[in-house]
């Protein structure tokens, strides 16, 4: 008898055992979810923050990536032909050609440096302008002046 008692005594406190052990691991179970939870928050957050911000980041890019090609004393034609070379150009990602008779423009999403541009498109266009038409070269601007030394 004293054997059952005892072996019922060791049951009980084993069963209280177990009972504190799986309300511990429910405990940290618990915590773990609200870590889980507070973390998929903060990445909705941050996904909504970059969509905002990527929106800025885009236009400020866009706009340092054209080079603007200003050209005076040029006829259509010749703005024509020079705005392929410079589409053949490599780095060019496209051009946006615009003419008047008092200046032209022309727009170039391009990858590096005006001067580097510069560069390439002189070799592709040797009959239309050389270096004595340049009138200014900036990071983003290029000037060219074809009424020069005619």
């Known amino acids: 008898m004293k054997k059952l008692i005892a072996s ?55 706009e340092e990536n054209f080079t603007s090609i200003n ?13 392929e070379q410079v589409e053949t150009c490599k780095g060019v990602e496209n051009t946006k050609m615009k003419f008047s008779p008092s200046g032209s423009v022309i727009l170039v999403a391009y990858e590096g440096s005006a001067e580097d541009l510069l560069t390439a498109i002189q070799e592709k266009s040797k009959d239309i302008f050389n270096d004595e038409h340049i009138e200014g070269l900036d990071e983003h601007a290029i000037t060219i002046n074809l009424s020069k030394g005619k």
Do not use: M, P, R
Request: glycine fraction near 8%; charge should be positive; charged fraction near 25%.
């Open 8 to 62: 019922c005594i060791a049951l009980i406190f084993l069963g209280l055992g177990s009972l504190q052990a799986q309300n511990l691991f429910d405990k940290v179970d618990q915590a773990l979810n609200k870590v889980d939870k507070a973390s998929n928050t903060a990445d909705k957050t941050k996904g909504t923050s970059d969509k905002v911000l990527g929106f800025f980041k885009k236009k400020e890019n866009a």
């Open 71 to 83: 050209i005076t004393g040029i006829n259509l034609s010749n703005l024509k032909k020079l705005n």
